[in-house]
């Protein structure tokens, strides 16, 4: 048996933009066990509920995490609106559709640029980015925020966009795409890509599904498991039918997020089309009382958020489990067995988001 | 549209056959969460089979507080009980990886277990 | 010589939302494309002129900032990108927060925002050149 030697990845890493620590157990270059530590971004954000009204916490939501930051305060909303029965108007919630299918893209873009410079192809990594400031610029003509808009809040939305704003959305959109379309071909198509994750960081179904991963990581191991299923929302009004993919390699995963960016613009498409007039918010009076596990499809998977209310302006309990949470049990399956030089890529490959995770 | 839950109360006792018996069925875990009530930590165990929620939920005194750990049935669990011991300080016993009180490396002790819900709303509220 | 001609960057994120982190990140992007003015940006801290730390510290990153802190070559300057990271915005009120940056390392500038837009980032990391310039003086008279 060859030595087996500890070598430390992380917590500040080039390929990381945000901290988490890796031990990972080496014999030669192959990397046998691993084992992770987090907890430099713990806050202790969940206890904020005690110190904020529930209505204020919508910000603190927002906050967990900027990348999927509007996702976060809408899936929060959503379980106090369901404490408190309240009815959102039809429009608010197109609009939260909106927003959350403009954040996946968004996201979906930020990863798939941080992939390819995971991967060392530059010029991708700057064309995804270009990309998606195209994306970010549509949340700053409609909201004025870029990552953190606040837009939305208990009860509907902030913001109304109106109908000839839209139009140009549609437009604006159909732009995006047509920009899009070269670099998934060079996402699907191109040999460096394939060549570099294919039969990296393997996940069977089987493992996807005992060790609970969502999101992407799921959806590439073969299980057609999508929150959006089930029709929270305007999602009652709109048919999602998650992309599956079976290979469960790193190159599975990047292929199941490219073609999400497809689903989502057509669902913005489909909204901006569907739309119907009215209010965007609904009164809200009175505290929350009672307790709700509110579920919502976020870019990297499904996210519960844990509310309960005690009649009071003040939260008993916001407790929050986030994807990358969920997602680290299958990661450390995919790491057993890939060499060293795999480790970055298959890290990457979940997407993974830790001041979500680590709250 | 909101989806139905279902929410079992059960007993401390019955955690691990319930829990052999739920994977064994084919459900996945979705998470694991404690909340401090006044007189008891009420433990909810989550899990989904095709979109379908189900929920255990146990309680336990908050004086000296422990569980059985179901981490070698279910083995994503033991992420959620390192956080359960450092966030309220609830000692779960035979975890497959037991950070020893290390998993967040918080500057204080259980800080969901000291501060209870029912001071600050008194206080501010 | 001077290092304003083309100073490098290193980022660390403390405890920050992301917000930020992506923001910088944007930066270093076509749009906004930095390194025309030969900002680089490294993931050595020995290469670095110029720390950037989005979020607060908290109780386990505190050594892991002052270690690259330690690390950097004199002059260094270091710049506190949004509201987390200069004062610990409201997560100062976390049990397991102890605030801006400026608990664990001297910072010579803070750029305010939640999320500190791109422009804001650029702007502080040109306030921190001036800053490193007058530090490479006093160290040539000192």
């Not at chain 1, 195209?134 to 949340?139: H, P, R, T």
Request: proline share 5%; net charge negative.
């Amino acid at each position: 048996m060859a030595k087996r030697t500890i070598v430390p990845f992380g917590p500040q890493h080039p390929v990381l933009p945000e901290p988490i620590h890796l031990d990972l157990v080496l014999e030669d270059e192959m990397v046998v066990d691993v084992l992770p530590s987090v907890g430099f971004i713990h806050r202790g954000l969940e206890l904020l509920c005690q110190k904020k009204s529930f209505q204020d916490m919508v910000f603190v939501a927002e906050r967990i995490c900027g990348i999927c930051s509007f996702i976060h305060g809408v899936g929060y909303c959503q379980g106090i609106e369901k404490v408190m029965n309240l009815d959102i108007p039809k429009r608010a919630q197109f609009l939260r559709v909106f927003w959350g299918e403009l954040s996946r893209v968004h996201s979906h873009l930020l990863w798939l640029g941080l992939a390819a410079d995971a991967i060392g192809f530059e010029s991708l990594f700057m064309h995804s980015w270009r990309v998606r400031e195209k994306v970010l610029a549509i949340f700053e003509e409609t909201t004025g925020g870029r990552v953190i808009f606040g837009a939305a809040k208990v009860g509907g939305v902030r913001i109304d966009i109106s109908q000839d704003k839209l139009d140009q959305l549609a437009i604006a959109l159909d732009e995006i795409q047509k920009e899009y379309e070269p670099l998934a071909k060079v996402f699907l198509e191109d040999y460096t890509v394939q060549h570099r994750w294919s039969e990296v960081g393997y996940l069977s179904k089987e493992d996807a599904h005992q060790l609970g991963a969502v999101g992407p990581t799921a959806r590439a191991s073969g299980l057609p498991q999508d929150m959006r299923k089930l029709r929270y929302g305007a999602y009652e009004d709109l048919e999602v039918e998650p992309i599956v993919e079976t290979a469960g390699d790193c190159y599975a995963r990047c292929v199941v997020r490219v073609k999400e960016i497809y689903q989502s613009l057509d669902l913005m498409r489909r909204v901006i089309h569907k739309i119907p007039a009215g209010e965007i918010e609904t009164k809200v009076t009175g505290f929350p009382q009672g307790e709700y596990f509110s579920r919502v499809e976020q870019p990297r998977g499904e996210v519960v958020y844990y509310v309960k209310g005690n009649g009071t302006k003040f939260l008993d309990r916001f407790r929050v489990r986030t994807p990358t949470f969920a997602n680290i049990p299958p990661l450390l399956q995919m790491l057993k067995g890939c060499t060293l030089a795999d480790v970055p890529a298959i890290v990457l490959s979940i997407d993974p988001c830790i001041s979500c995770t680590e709250r | 549209m909101f989806e139905d839950q279902e929410i079992v109360t059960i007993e401390r006792s019955e955690l691990i056959s319930r829990a052999q018996k739920i994977s064994k069925e084919g459900y996945r875990l979705v998470q694991i969460g404690c909340t401090k009530q006044s007189d008891h930590f009420q433990i909810d165990y989550t899990f989904d089979k095709e979109y379908r929620f189900y929920n255990l939920r146990l309680s336990i005194p908050l004086d000296h507080p422990t569980l059985p750990s179901i981490s070698h049935l279910i083995m994503p669990a033991f992420l959620y009980e390192n956080e359960m011991h450092d966030l309220f300080g609830i000692q779960v016993s035979d975890m497959i990886l037991d950070y020893q009180g290390k998993f967040y490396n918080i500057a204080k002790k259980a800080p969901f277990a000291t501060i209870s819900a029912a001071d600050t709303t008194t206080e501010k509220g | 010589m001077s290092i304003k001609k083309s100073p490098w960057i290193i980022h660390y994120d403390g405890s920050s939302c992301n917000g930020c982190d992506i923001e910088v990140l944007a930066c270093l992007t076509p749009l906004y494309d930095i390194e025309r003015f030969g900002i680089i940006n490294v993931g050595n801290p020995k290469h670095a002129d110029i720390l950037l730390i989005t979020g607060g510290v908290n109780q386990q990153n505190k050594t892991v900032i002052k270690n690259l802190y330690d690390q950097m070559a004199e002059p260094k300057a270091v710049v506190a990108i949004g509201a987390c990271a200069c004062t610990g915005h409201f997560f100062a009120e976390c049990y397991n927060m102890l605030g801006g940056v400026d608990t664990v390392i001297p910072v010579d500038v803070f750029v305010p925002g939640c999320a500190a837009r791109p422009e804001v980032i650029i702007d502080g990391v040109v306030k921190a050149l001036a800053v490193l310039e007058k530090k490479q003086q006093e160290k040539v008279t000192a």
